[in-house]
């Protein structure tokens, strides 16, 4: 499996006994160490003492480097004196760098290698002050006592895992892990983490546990799914209100007619029986006159009737035309317009 590790924070490392003498004793130490780290027995060739030289000269300017960094005003920077630290021990495999590279993989929570390293580094260095030597054992205890081992996979293989433990106090470690290759073992130290397997097309599946130990956890890839059909419903088209004509306007518009009509007729007949009567009222036909006059002012009294009944039906007719309500117009909706919802044949 590959590893690597990002740490986006990590909380001031506490002043412990003897950082300070650990840092310097490896700083004043190492240096000699690493002069005289693995060189053969014969007297090399010229040009290979050179190339040792400078090997031994690059692993001392990573070394320091790394202490340097680990003495940082602000902080210590462990992430960078890890690296640091581990191209010097490449360099110049001097188990005295290997203690320097534990503290700072305990402080990454990088347990299993710390704990690794911790084992070579107080096996290996015999003459290791013994103030340090205790010290280095007790945190070897702690990490063992704390180091919790898992088991996780990624369903299809190839996510990289991102592992944040929440501790109670400080800020989230963060550490990444893979791409993963069927089931893989990881060393975490216990306690609450959030675990983030990220596949290669992007898609994430998180797991969040209290971690222990012992426990196993398969990231499978979510499902795609179809993006859901969205369907466009246009703004309904309002149609302007209207002032339909009641059917009392055309009931009142007929009876006005037949009226008018009446009073028409009535008022022809009026004055043909007037100019009847005129020739009649001459003294010799008496009773064909009192008839006609008779007739005459039946037939005005039936017109003026008409004409009034007329001019009544003609102004309750114009009332009710101007004054007839208002009808709101029907909406018209995407949904009842062609093709709202796409083609559903070919």
Same mark, same amino acid.
């Given at each position: 499996?590959?590893?690597?590790?990002?740490?986006?924070?990590?909380? /001031?490392?506490?002043? #412990? =006994?003897?950082?300070? &003498?650990? *840092?310097?004793?490896?700083?004043?130490?190492?240096? !000699? %160490?690493?002069?005289?780290?693995?060189?053969?027995?014969?007297?090399?060739?010229?040009?290979?003492?050179?190339?040792?030289?400078?090997? /031994?000269?690059?692993? #001392? =300017?990573?070394?320091? &480097?790394? *202490?340097?960094?680990?003495?940082?005003?602000?902080? !210590? %920077?462990?992430?960078?004196?890890?690296?640091?630290?581990?191209?010097?021990?490449?360099?110049?495999?001097?188990?005295?760098?290997?203690?320097?590279?534990?503290?700072?993989?305990?402080?990454?929570?990088?347990?299993?290698?710390?704990?690794?390293?911790?084992?070579?580094?107080?096996?290996?260095?015999?003459?290791?002050?013994?103030?340090?030597?205790?010290?280095?054992?007790?945190?070897?205890?702690?990490?063992?006592?704390?180091?919790?081992?898992?088991?996780?996979?990624?369903?299809?293989?190839?996510?990289?895992?991102?592992?944040?433990?929440?501790?109670?106090?400080?800020?989230?470690?963060?550490?990444?892990?893979?791409?993963?290759?069927?089931?893989?073992?990881?060393?975490?130290?216990?306690?609450?983490?959030?675990?983030?397997?990220?596949?290669?097309?992007?898609?994430?599946?998180?797991?969040?546990?209290?971690?222990?130990?012992?426990?196993?956890?398969?990231?499978?890839?979510?499902?795609?799914?179809?993006?859901?059909?969205?369907?466009?419903?246009?703004?309904?088209?309002?149609?302007?209100?209207?002032?339909?004509?009641?059917?009392?306007?055309?009931?009142?518009?007929?009876?006005?007619?037949?009226?008018?009509?009446?009073?028409?007729?009535?008022?022809?007949?009026?004055?043909?029986?007037?100019?009847?009567?005129?020739?009649?009222?001459?003294?010799?036909?008496?009773?064909?006159?009192?008839?006609?006059?008779?007739?005459?002012?039946?037939?005005?009294?039936?017109?003026?009737?008409?004409?009034?009944?007329?001019?009544?039906?003609?102004?309750?007719?114009?009332?009710?035309?101007?004054?007839?309500?208002?009808?709101?117009?029907?909406?018209?909706?995407?949904?009842?317009?062609?093709?709202?919802?796409?083609?559903?044949?070919?």
């Amino acid at each position: 499996m590959v590893r690597s590790s990002v740490v986006t924070s990590l909380p /001031r490392a506490r002043s #412990r =006994l003897g950082l300070v &003498a650990f *840092v310097a004793f490896v700083a004043t130490a190492g240096a !000699p %160490r690493l002069a005289a780290a693995d060189e053969p027995a014969p007297s090399p060739s010229s040009a290979e003492g050179d190339a040792a030289a400078k090997t /031994r000269e690059e692993a #001392r =300017l990573h070394f320091a &480097a790394g *202490v340097n960094l680990l003495q940082d005003p602000d902080k !210590p %920077r462990y992430e960078e004196a890890y690296t640091e630290f581990k191209r010097a021990f490449e360099l110049a495999r001097s188990p005295t760098i290997l203690g320097n590279i534990a503290l700072c993989a305990m402080k990454l929570e990088r347990d299993a290698e710390a704990i690794e390293a911790y084992t070579r580094y107080l096996a290996e260095v015999k003459d290791l002050d013994p103030a340090e030597r205790a010290q280095a054992e007790r945190d070897l205890v702690t990490l063992k006592a704390g180091l919790a081992r898992i088991t996780v996979e990624s369903r299809p293989d190839g996510a990289l895992v991102q592992d944040t433990r929440i501790p109670a106090r400080g800020e989230a470690i963060t550490n990444l892990y893979g791409p993963l290759q069927g089931p893989t073992e990881l060393a975490l130290r216990r306690g609450h983490h959030v675990l983030k397997a990220r596949f290669p097309d992007g898609v994430e599946s998180t797991w969040e546990a209290d971690i222990d130990g012992g426990e196993h956890h398969a990231f499978e890839r979510p499902v795609d799914r179809a993006p859901p059909v969205r369907v466009t419903r246009e703004t309904p088209e309002q149609v302007p209100a209207t002032r339909p004509v009641p059917r009392s306007v055309y009931v009142g518009g007929i009876a006005t007619g037949v009226l008018a009509t009446g009073t028409i007729v009535t008022g022809i007949l009026a004055v043909g029986t007037r100019s009847e009567f005129d020739g009649a009222n001459d003294g010799t036909q008496p009773d064909r006159a009192s008839d006609l006059r008779s007739t005459g002012q039946t037939l005005n009294v039936v017109s003026d009737v008409l004409l009034g009944a007329t001019v009544v039906a003609a102004a309750v007719t114009t009332y009710l035309y101007l004054t007839r309500p208002s009808v709101p117009g029907s909406a018209r909706t995407a949904s009842s317009l062609p093709y709202a919802l796409g083609r559903t044949t070919f």
